[in-house]
């Protein structure tokens, strides 16, 4: 009315937030088990990994194999933590995002995400563990690339599920398209082998000066 106060205008409501879309813990163990095998056939590890790193991979893949998908994530945990040991090289990006480093302890208010509400700390984490999704694909796909490996169709599905996260956020049409990048990835990548798995080089045929 005239003359009185003015009123900053009533502020929009945020539109409703997508709630986080729950995994299994067989999604769970595969979407890091395939990024997982790539990180362990890096250049880095010059063809052959310590045994303490593939041993825990080995145990996550046998376990995956036996539908024992919680022994699975077991394994992957420790081998997260052996990637961030420093004895080890460095992970590159986007493949160091596996490492679960063990951070000094630090007051909660420390954390950024400490003051929001649980509903929107969660939907935060879940866009993280989606852009780490992408991330790990496209990383994975151009080692598949580099290495001979087909991957048109994998670029194929990466392109989409970017565009479906763009679009619609996370949702269980985006980690359609990434869990067959990782399914693929199981199947075209060879398995790492450490050092002491390899087979000895073959004897020289012998000479004339051996006859």
Request: hydrophobic content about 40%; proline content about 17%.
């Amino acid at each position: 009315m005239p003359g009185g106060p003015n009123r900053p205008p009533e502020p929009t409501p945020p539109p409703p937030a997508t709630p986080p879309v729950p995994e299994s813990a067989a999604e769970r163990a595969l979407r890091r088990l395939g990024p997982a095998r790539i990180a362990l056939l890096l250049d880095i590890f010059k063809g052959a990994p310590s045994p303490e790193l593939t041993h825990p991979f080995d145990k996550a893949e046998t376990a995956y194999a036996a539908g024992d998908f919680d022994g699975a994530l077991s394994a992957l945990d420790a081998l997260s933590i052996r990637f961030a040991e420093p004895r080890w090289p460095s992970l590159p990006d986007p493949f160091k995002r596996l490492r679960v480093p063990i951070p000094a302890p630090v007051p909660p208010h420390w954390d950024p995400d400490h003051a929001l509400a649980p509903p929107e700390r969660e939907l935060r984490r879940g866009r993280r563990v989606a852009e780490d999704q992408l991330a790990l694909a496209e990383g994975s796909i151009a080692w598949l690339a580099a290495h001979g490996v087909g991957s048109e169709d994998l670029a194929a599905a990466l392109v989409e599920a970017r565009e479906t996260l763009a679009a619609h956020g996370v949702t269980r049409e985006f980690y359609g398209p990434i869990d067959r990048i990782w399914s693929s990835v199981r199947e075209r990548a060879p398995r790492p082998r450490a050092t002491a798995d390899r087979a000895p080089p073959s004897a020289p045929a012998p000479g004339p000066e051996d006859a």
